[in-house]
């Protein structure tokens, strides 16, 4: 089936710029969340990233228009009935994944892959609240999507070759450099970065360091891009805990258990960059 329209679930951080980079390669995008001011919301981050670009000569205002003119918003998930590929970028709770995939397996036409962006949640227990598991795939982009080259993809047990297969193509016709990662807790990406960014928390906890300073030491000492307190911020520092109770569920290690500080961080709504508030400010 030649996939034309392409659905996103969830208009944050990441379902926005997976939107943007799909209706960049030229295809229709039904963009979903559960409120109109969230879908709002995520138009508007396009809207000013797109800008940003032609500002910089990267692109004209046309195709800034047309790219724009490829995205439809949605909070019906029902809408994704026209979808021929869809996928899921809510937040990183398994109830909610649960539910959406659910109704999606009883909205969309049965041919259509259901793709999900968790960052750790294991893609076969995903799979299994469909009756499509060959079907369902880990397609696990990176923030900022416009930005980064890389996606994970995350064949499940029962992942069919041709779900594997069509998934990867998309990826590089988005411009995206594809990595086959196993269904393990984290896959590879995270499985590595995010027990690093909780061990700069336990740093932080433990008063080995200043914010500033644990991040100068992993930017100037191991030649990192950002330090790893201002990249969980970027991250988000809900999903950033999500994805070390499921380390921390799925191994049952301690040596992945979640620092205190961060679920203190969490709790209190300091949840990054997107909250204004996290280890750092933001205006
Ligand atoms: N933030 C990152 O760096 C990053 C990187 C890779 C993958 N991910 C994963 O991407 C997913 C989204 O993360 P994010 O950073 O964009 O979070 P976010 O908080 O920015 O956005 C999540 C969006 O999902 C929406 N949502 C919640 N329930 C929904 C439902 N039932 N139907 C439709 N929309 C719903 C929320 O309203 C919100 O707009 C998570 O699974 C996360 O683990 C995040």
Redesign the pocket.
Known sequence: MEIKTFGV???????AGIAQVAAMSGLNVIM????AE?VDKGLANIDKILSRGVEKGKMSEEEKKAVLGRIGASIR?ADMASADYVVE????NEK?KF??FKDLDEICKEQVILAT???SIPIGRIAAQTGRAEKVIGM????PVPVMKLVEIIPGLATSNETFQITWDLAEKFGKTPAKANDYPGFIANRILLPMINEAVYCLYHGVGSREDIDTVMKLGMNHPMGPLALAD???LD?CL??METLHDGFKDSKYRPCPLLRKYVEAGWLGK?AGRGFYEYK
């Open positions: 679930i969830g208009a944050g951080q990441m379902g979903n969340d559960i409120k969230f998930l970028a809510a937040t990183e909610i539910q959406i962006n968790t960052s696990h982009f990176m923030n970027l991250i988000g999903t999500a994805i997107k």
